[in-house]
């Protein structure tokens, strides 16, 4: 499937956070397989629908309701850009573009939204398994380099 297509499954694609209250979007079991270090991958039930906190403010990166388990930005191999104000931190995750690239890139008159289309269009991205979301990071490099303007 193309990183950037949605799935459908029986489970409902927005559930709350337990933490914050915050609506949730559903993430694929591969997103926490892949980015979820041995010691909570360990612990993850793989029939549970697990989803993604955006809320900047919340601990809680994924969680699911059906177990009550939350797991926090400790149990990721990645920092979770939503979570992470840190300059060094990937919004797109596939290709490495970090805030500091994006800033770089407005001074630079360098196109970073192309650049990803142009590799996501040739089918080269993995967002469901390298961006926390599970989801493309368009959306949320495309708000970041309207907040720098």
Same mark, same amino acid.
């Given at each position: 499937?193309?990183?950037?297509?949605?799935?459908?499954? %029986?489970?409902?694609?927005?559930?709350?956070?337990? @933490?914050?209250?915050?609506?949730?979007?559903?993430?694929?079991? %591969?997103? +926490?397989?892949? +980015?979820?270090?041995?010691?909570?991958?360990?612990?993850?039930?793989?029939?549970?629908?697990?989803?993604?906190?955006?809320?900047? @403010?919340?601990?809680?990166?994924?969680?699911?309701?059906?177990?009550?388990?939350?797991?926090?930005?400790?149990?990721?191999?990645?920092?979770?850009?939503?979570?992470? @104000? $840190?300059?060094?931190?990937?919004?797109?995750?596939?290709?490495?573009?970090?805030?500091? &690239? +994006?800033?770089?890139?407005?001074?630079?008159?360098?196109?970073? %939204?192309?650049?990803?289309? $142009?590799?996501?269009?040739?089918? &080269?991205? !993995?967002?469901?398994?390298?961006?926390?979301? !599970?989801?493309?990071?368009?959306?949320?490099?495309?708000?970041?380099?309207?907040? +720098?303007?």
């Amino acid at each position: 499937m193309d990183c950037c297509a949605t799935s459908s499954n %029986i489970e409902p694609a927005i559930a709350n956070c337990p @933490s914050c209250g915050e609506k949730g979007k559903k993430v694929p079991l %591969i997103t +926490l397989k892949s +980015l979820l270090v041995a010691s909570f991958l360990e612990t993850i039930e793989p029939d549970n629908p697990y989803y993604f906190c955006p809320n900047s @403010s919340c601990n809680t990166v994924y969680f699911s309701q059906t177990s009550s388990q939350t797991f926090e930005e400790n149990a990721l191999k990645v920092h979770v850009f939503q979570k992470n @104000s $840190d300059k060094d931190v990937p919004i797109c995750y596939c290709f490495d573009w970090t805030r500091d &690239r +994006l800033i770089q890139s407005v001074s630079d008159n360098q196109q970073p %939204i192309e650049h990803i289309k $142009d590799h996501v269009q040739a089918g &080269r991205c !993995g967002c469901e398994v390298n961006n926390p979301q !599970g989801a493309c990071c368009l959306g949320n490099v495309t708000a970041y380099l309207r907040s +720098l303007n």
